[in-house]
């Protein structure tokens, strides 16, 4: 009983949660199987502003988290505005079955292997909307994005302050399916990727 009423006591101090309901990897992935094929990706509005393969070390971090890939982003889901100084928008996107973006690894032969997917949801739209509830992916809390211009790396990726949230569909993550960087991948090729 004393361990029911604790549970019911921590219900009661933590947020409502609108948008915390499971969404099924294995559902995720066959909605996005067809992406593994980049120029699908490209057909369907996804593109690559400037092939950058983040990584942890690039991004001013750990190098033992690793990397996430090169993006490819869809401006439409996105609902993008503008890329100066930073990419801005007005996305409050957040559907699992078709993600905003796609993210990449290059591998050695020049070929993009797909990864991971992405939803990401800018603060500023998010804020606006009116929307009040957490944004949450099977119990996860989505990671809040914003650049710190004290310190040398870029938090925000070029992009405004926003929430984004990672699945790593196609490359087990030694650090958790959710996590945003996975020690599995690296940007040792990125040189060689593809400019599609």
Known sequence: MRGLALLALAASLCPMVASAAD?????MRKAVDKYKDVKVALADGYITPDNHCVSAANSGLPPELGAMGIHYINPKLLEITGTDPRVDG???????????VLIYEPQADGSLELVAVENLVFQAAWDASGKTEQLVLNGRSWDQMADD??????EAHGFMPHYDQHVWLYRANPAGDLMPF???????????????
């Open 23 to 27: 969404v099924s990897l294995d559902d």
């Open 90 to 100: 007005k996305s409050t996107y957040t559907d699992w079955m078709q993600p905003s």
């Open 149 to 154: 211009p004290a310190t040398a790396g870029d």
């Open 182 to 196: 996975n020690p599995a991948v690296n940007c040792d090729h990125a040189a060689d990727a593809h400019k599609m």
